[in-house]
């Protein structure tokens, strides 16, 4: 019987499945859940622990109070839109080692209702090697081609 309560939770919060998004970019995350859950507070976090089922180290990287009042923790906020029963969370200044599995959910006595969404980074245009580097071979930005450029115009 407590299965089939558990397993009734599952699909009261519904997020994305995947979002994307480049290193240095944002990305945000709407995660839908079930009438009757408004006041609740909804948040965010990374996977962790027993199966995919807690939140590392049991801990929130972002929350609301309940309102619809924007919470912002470091690069991430997350705000809660009653009539609409969406929550929207924003990560912003994307690193690749934000990739990852995370959770958004509501927060309630017992188990916590969520739903799982997986972040994918990208390396983002500031990861490309610099156009000019001085000295290596083949790259022919080294002192030879800057000077025969420059002699060819005098």
Known sequence: ASLSLFLAGCWAVTGPGAVHGP?????????????????YPKFWCREGGLIGLFCSGGLHIVETDGSEVEVTRGRVSVRDERTQRTFTVTV?????????????????????????????VSPGKSQRCPLAVSGLPGSGQGRGALGRERGAGV
């Open 23 to 39: 290193a240095g970019g944002s990305v945000a995350v709407r995660c839908r859940y079930w009438a009757g859950y408004e006041d």
């Open 92 to 120: 912003e200044n994307l690193t690749l080692a934000d990739a990852g599995t995370y959770h958004c959910g509501v927060e309630r006595t017992g188990p916590d209702l969520r739903d799982t969404v997986e972040l994918t």
